[in-house]
């Protein structure tokens, strides 16, 4: 079964918006076992639009279409549906109580542009939008469905999980699709592949695997097309701890949950608290952390010690050593660490400090030098990172690899006791 999805709006293709639409279907469709084999985003223009779906007709089973319903001048496809289906367009008495309701019930009346999207093409199978007024059409060509759906997100998503999916499973046959990402750290996205190479080789035809990097994670994402669900699953476990066993050093875990998710969890479990002090990263750390809810918990506080005034008065940084060694430097972070022990008493400390760019580099300190902390009174651990020349990346990465230094300290303090 083919399936593509088409996407509708000069917005679209001028970059005032996202195609967040795309996304979130591709992800409810394939979960359901619907696979996309093409994303196509069109402008506002009849004719490009009838061009577009009868080239579909070639190849596709399933076209999903977003965009270009609503009442305004502007929404393009009731036309270009007009032309390629060769229909007339009829009110539809339960659309058009329904944008009635949704109309009264938010203070207002009727007027000719709602009225008009009531109407809906004589060959289509309709959806009615329970939480907005263009309703969903599904129309057949030459062995080809087309099912149009509103531009509005939520109202999208929404018509598409309770009424359209629904429908669509009754009629084909589908596989099980299931993924899983392992999430790793420390480790380029080159190398890591070339390292799970030879595991690769070995892999059933069926089981694909993708690398996806980011400032957070270099993640492997392990996916999969079967009738046999039970037995898929079990296969992507296995790849999924084999990898696991292949790289230990760099492996951070497997799953969705984001670092500041896993780093709270393993303080909540454990009843312990953490405080940052950041330079570079400006309290995107403490940021990050407490976006995770129930961070109250674990996070008592941060000091954002931009200035080196801030470094001394705060933290009690010598400014002698800030003087001898630099702000960026192992001496500092390691002192801004100890001192915020003390000073909010929590049992794990983050401190940062970094050239994040794009000036005040040296050619001893080039853009991207970061130093990085963590520990407890017992126990302070530092690392220097060469973070590239990026500023928005740099201030991601620092805070990802401070978090993932202290997730790692405390699992090896955890497995000594």
């Not at 000036?359 to 990172?385: M, N, Y």
């Amino acid at each position: 079964m083919n399936a593509e999805i088409i996407t509708i709006g000069d917005e679209l293709l001028i970059g005032q918006i996202a195609d967040t639409n795309s996304y979130l279907m591709c992800r409810h469709l394939s979960e359901n076992g619907f696979k996309i084999n093409k994303i196509t985003s069109l402008p506002d223009e009849s004719d490009t639009l009838v061009n577009a779906f009868q080239e579909a007709t070639k190849k596709a089973d399933i076209v999903f279409i977003t965009g270009g319903l609503g009442p305004t001048k502007d929404d393009v496809t009731r036309a270009a549906i007009s032309r390629f289906f060769n229909t007339t367009w009829n009110i539809s008495m339960g659309v058009l109580n329904r944008i009635k309701e949704f109309l009264e019930e938010r203070g207002y009346s009727m007027n000719d542009s709602n009225h008009d999207q009531a109407k809906v093409p004589d060959k289509a199978k309709v959806f009615i939008n329970q939480i907005g007024t263009a309703p969903g059409l599904w129309l057949q060509k030459e062995n080809t469905n087309f099912i149009f759906l509103p531009g509005v997100q939520f109202e999208m998503i929404r018509l598409l999980k309770k009424q359209i999916v629904p429908v669509l499973k009754e009629r084909f046959i589908t596989n099980n699709f299931i993924s899983k990402n392992i999430n790793t750290q420390g480790i380029p996205e080159a190398y890591l592949s070339e390292k799970l190479k030879n595991w690769q080789e070995k892999l059933p035809d069926y089981l694909q695997v993708a690398y996806l990097p980011s400032p957070e994670f270099v993640k492997v994402r392990i996916s999969g097309w079967q009738k046999d669900q039970i037995k898929l699953t079990k296969d992507i476990e296995k790849a999924a701890e084999e990898i696991r066993e292949l790289i230990p050093g760099y492996f951070v875990s497997i799953g969705n949950e984001s670092m500041e998710e896993i780093l709270g969890n393993i303080l909540s479990e454990n009843n312990l608290t953490v405080s940052t002090a950041e330079s570079c990263t400006g309290g995107f750390i403490a940021s990050e952390i407490t976006s995770v809810p129930g961070s109250s918990r674990y996070f008592k506080g941060s000091v954002v010690a931009y200035s080196n005034e801030i470094k001394t008065k705060i933290l009690n940084i010598s400014p002698e050593i800030i003087k001898s060694k630099g702000a960026v430097s192992e001496e500092v972070v390691r002192g801004m660490a100890n001192s915020l022990l003390h000073l909010y008493n929590t049992d794990y400390s983050i401190a940062v400090s970094g050239i994040a760019g794009p000036d005040g580099s040296t050619p001893q300190k080039p853009v991207g030098t970061t130093w990085i902390a963590v520990g407890r009174k017992e126990k302070i651990i530092t690392e220097k990172f060469l973070l590239g020349t990026i500023r928005e990346v740099n201030i991601k990465k620092a805070a990802y690899k401070a978090m993932n230094m202290l997730r790692k300290l405390i699992i090896e303090d955890l497995e000594k006791k």
